[in-house]
Nanobody, 117 residues
Framework: QVQLVESGGGLVQPGGSLRLSCVAS????????MGWYRQAPGKQRELVAT???????FYTDSVKGRFTISRDNAKKSLYLQMNSLKPEDTAVYYC???????????WGQGTQVTVSS
């Protein structure tokens, strides 16, 4: 399967910014969909943003206008630029790659984002 490694998490004050990165390795010929999910303690994992192979992008309502998902196919990387961070954004963030409709998706190990004063 595809191996994914996230980085870029940390502690930031409300209103601050972070940029998360996810680097993939393994057999990747194409991308069906890739995205970012997050999970806060005691809560279910939720979708944050996705970008499909054709370029279509989706954001959950709570992050629209603040987060930007992007990719670099040559570097096999996925990014999430997070601006105007709120305490409610505190969670472990996971990247997700699915290389085809017939394949099983792969998850990264997660990176902690904490937004607090």
């Amino acid at each position: 399967q595809v191996q994914l490694v996230e980085s870029g998490g940390g502690l930031v004050q409300p209103g601050g910014s972070l940029r998360l990165s996810c680097v993939a390795s393994g057999s990747i010929e194409s991308i069906y969909v890739m995205g970012w999910y997050r999970q806060a303690p005691g809560k279910q994992r939720e979708l944050v943003a996705t970008i499909r192979g054709g370029g279509n992008i989706f954001y959950t309502d709570s992050v629209k206008g603040r987060f930007t998902i992007s990719r670099d196919n040559a570097k096999k990387s996925l990014y999430l630029q997070m601006n105007s961070l709120k305490p409610e954004d505190t969670a472990v963030y996971y990247c997700y790659f699915r290389v085809s409709v017939a394949s099983t998706g792969s998850w990264g190990q997660g990176t902690q984002v904490t937004v607090s004063s």
